[in-house]
């Protein structure tokens, strides 16, 4: 007898569906598909061209990658020179980092307390805001209603459709005072609808620093220490641009290639930087820490940590998928330096929140991780601990929630996407429209009344 149910249905037509669009892997090698747009070495086909970051990881020698320290640019400049000023200054730096993102340049002193002033002013949302399109709508992803709330934006708007690189400027700099908003007033209508816990909404502060109004928000007594504020506004800086290569900045660039507007266009950045093989990696590696605190009796004993990173990468432990996941990255080769500098800070808040001894087995493993790897895969390829490894970590000690792990990526990259869109409009002038090769022989087409 036929099923006529809704899941059976669905269930013929998914079985339809997956018989016809399933490919030969074998073709996207015999007709020299860069699958992913990456070469076979991993190193990523060569799109476009951006002045706002850069990201060094090799060398390319006689056509080959040669493994160097890793690096990271914004505008030029290296990232631990502007981390490092900004500790000896004891400033946050985050807001600086935006401005350079920006507009390229550096700014005095007078151009920092200027833009911080028009930031700290844009941080409310419009009003109704929030009773109209967060409160009466919630959803239990919390990047899934940042997504709407950029998209709904639009709509609050009193000259959404000006393309202009001046009115473009001020919708990007608005939706960058407002994530950090738009993700705590999302966050505190999931805790509400969906969690069955108390909802806490506080006004942002505009004198505030991102990471302090954050953490504001978030919380229900709305306190911080300085060294949390310091750590969080740390997390954001390195967040906050990886080049236009990563596949949410790509998307802003494709999107804004077709002349559509700045809210389509951040809206979408969002929903790729949701998905986790990007903005999601560090809920996968606090999932497998989760794992090996649990399985591991001494966390100081590099034997056991080895043998059970060993059985990771066997597929017998975990998730069996074979990852040891904040591990390996698809440029940095020798060192990530954005996870040396969390790694480094993060010692500090691990003192602080009486965290060490789990802060020592994260240095464990990420000692020991590339030597079981060689081991077990016999590749000489060099891997290193990347930003998701410690970057949750970090979260995990200020007690932020894991839904939000990934929308204070967005929060922080948010800067990156607004200056690739400003580029792509300068500069861009092309709509991207690369090749798909057809593998599917043409038919005859047949009436009707003879199909089977």
Sequence with gaps: MADYSESGFIDKLTVLAQSNDDIDVSLYQKLDVRRGLRYQDGRGVLVGLTKIGD??????????????????????YDITKLIADAEARKEFAFEQTVYLLLFGELPSKAQLEEF??????????PDNFNEDMIMKA???????????????????????????VANNMRQCIE???????????????????????SMYIHNPKPE????????????????????????????????AEHGGGNNSSFCIHVVSSTDTDTYSAVGAAVGSLKGKRHGGANIQVMEMMDDIKANV??????????????????????????????????????????????RDKAKELAVEKGCLE??????LIEKLAPVVFAEEKGADKQICSNVDFFSGFVYSMLKIPRELYTPIFAISRIAGWSAHRIEEIVSGGRIYRPAYKNVSPERQFIPIEDRG
């Design 55 to 76: 990201v060094v990881g090799y060398d390319v020698v006689d056509g080959k990658k040669v493994p160097v320290p890793g690096k990271l640019l914004y505008r030029g």
């Design 297 to 342: 009796k001494d966390w100081s004993d590099e034997n056991e940590v080895k043998e059970y990173l060993r059985k990771i990468l066997r597929k017998e432990a975990f998730d069996h998928t074979g990852l040891i996941y904040g591990q390996g990255h698809a440029v940095y080769t020798i060192s990530d330096p954005r996870a040396i500098l969390i």
């Design 138 to 164: 919630p959803s239990s992803d919390v990047m899934n209603k940042l997504s709407r709330g950029v998209l709904a934006s639009y709509s609050y708007d009193v000259n959404p459709e000006d393309r202009s």
């Design 358 to 363: 789990e802060y020592e087995l994260y240095c």
């Design 116 to 125: 911080c002033f028009f930031l700290g002013t844009r941080r409310t949302l």
């Design 208 to 239: 505030l620093s991102t990471a302090e109004n954050l953490l504001r928000l978030i919380r229900s007594n709305k306190t911080y220490t300085q060294l949390e504020a310091e750590i969080l506004d740390l997390c954001l800086i390195l967040h």
């Design 175 to 197: 939706l960058i005072a407002r994530f950090p908003t738009l993700v705590a007033y999302a966050y505190q209508a999931k805790r509400r609808f969906f969690d069955g816990k």
